[in-house]
T-cell receptor, first 111, second 114 residues
Framework: QQPVQSPQAVILREGEDAVINCSSS?????VHWYRQKHGEAPVFLMI?????EQKGHDKISASFNEKKQQSSLYLTASQLSYSGTYFC????????????FGKGTLLTVNP | DGGITQSPKYLFRKEGQNVTLSCEQN?????MYWYRQDPGQGLRLIYY???????QKGDIAEGYSVSREKKESFPLTVTSAQKNPTAFYLC?????????????FGEGSRLTVL
C-alpha cells in the first residue's frame, strides 16, 4: 500500500517554511525522501532508519517516528531551487529493497 | 561517469505492439527496479531484481515482462496485454546495505500509445 503524503501541493514565497508528511499503515524499517523537478529523474535527499532519528543537510531536515509510522520533511527558509515534487519511499522489509512511494507533494516556491 | 542510461527517451507505439525499454547501469549495483509514473500517482513499482537471473513482480506487473541476464542490464518489455501503457517509465538501481542504499534513477522513457 502506498504511503499517504500531505499536503498534495503547497505554494510558498521564498524564505518561508514548509512541512511535508508521510504516513504508512505498515510498520516501517526505513523512509527515503526524493525530489523530482519537472521532466527530470528523482534525486535522493536522505534516508531515515527506524529509531526515531532526525537528519538534515543545509536547510532540509526530516524526522522519523517509528511508533506513529510516519516521517516528516522540513524545509526552512525555502529557496527557489526547492521547487519540485517531493516523494517519500517506504520500506517495511528490513532491507533497502523494494521501496513503495507516495503520490508526491508538489512544492512551488515563488520569488 | 557512473550512472543509469535509459533508452529510448521517447517512444510511440501502435496498439497491439510490444515494445522494449532499455536500462543499463555502470554503478556495479546489485539491485535494479522499474517504476511507472502517471500524473498524480507517484512512482509505482513494476518489477525488481536483486541479483542476476532473478526478479520479482512489483505492485503493477500485469502486462509487463523483464529479464536480468547481466548485472548491468534490466530491460522492460511492455506487452500488448498492458491495457493502459502510456506513461513515463523510470529505471533505478541501488546496492542495498551499502551506504545509504539510495536509489539512483535514469532519465526516464516516455511511452505513448497511439
Amino acid at each position: 500500500q502506498q504511503p499517504v503524503q500531505s499536503p498534495q501541493a503547497v505554494i510558498l514565497r521564498e524564505g518561508e517554511d514548509a512541512v511535508i508528511n508521510c504516513s504508512s499503515s505498515k510498520a516501517l524499517y526505513s523512509v527515503h525522501w526524493y525530489r523530482q523537478k519537472h521532466g527530470e529523474a528523482p534525486v535522493f535527499l536522505m534516508i531515515l532508519l527506524k529509531g526515531g532519528e532526525q537528519k538534515g543537510h543545509d536547510k532540509i531536515s526530516a524526522s522519523f517516528n517509528e511508533k506513529k509510522q510516519q516521517s516528516s520533511l522540513y524545509l526552512t527558509a525555502s529557496q527557489l531551487s526547492y521547487s519540485g515534487t517531493y516523494f517519500c519511499g517506504i520500506n517495511s522489509g528490513g532491507s533497502n529493497y523494494k521501496l513503495t512511494f507516495g503520490k508526491g507533494t508538489l512544492l512551488t516556491v515563488n520569488p | 561517469d557512473g550512472g543509469i542510461t535509459q533508452s529510448p527517451k521517447y517512444l510511440f507505439r501502435k496498439e497491439g505492439q510490444n515494445v522494449t525499454l532499455s536500462c543499463e547501469q555502470n554503478l556495479n549495483h546489485d539491485a535494479m527496479y522499474w517504476y511507472r509514473q502517471d500524473p498524480g500517482q507517484g512512482l509505482r513499482l513494476i518489477y525488481y531484481s536483486q541479483i542476476v537471473n532473478d526478479f520479482q513482480k512489483g505492485d503493477i506487473a500485469e502486462g509487463y515482462s523483464v529479464s536480468r541476464e547481466k548485472k548491468e542490464s534490466f530491460p522492460l518489455t511492455v506487452t500488448s496485454a498492458q491495457k493502459n501503457p502510456t506513461a513515463f517509465y523510470l529505471c533505478a538501481s541501488n546496492s542495498p546495505g551499502v551506504g545509504t542504499g539510495e536509489l539512483f534513477f535514469g532519465e526516464g522513457s516516455r511511452l505513448t500509445v497511439l
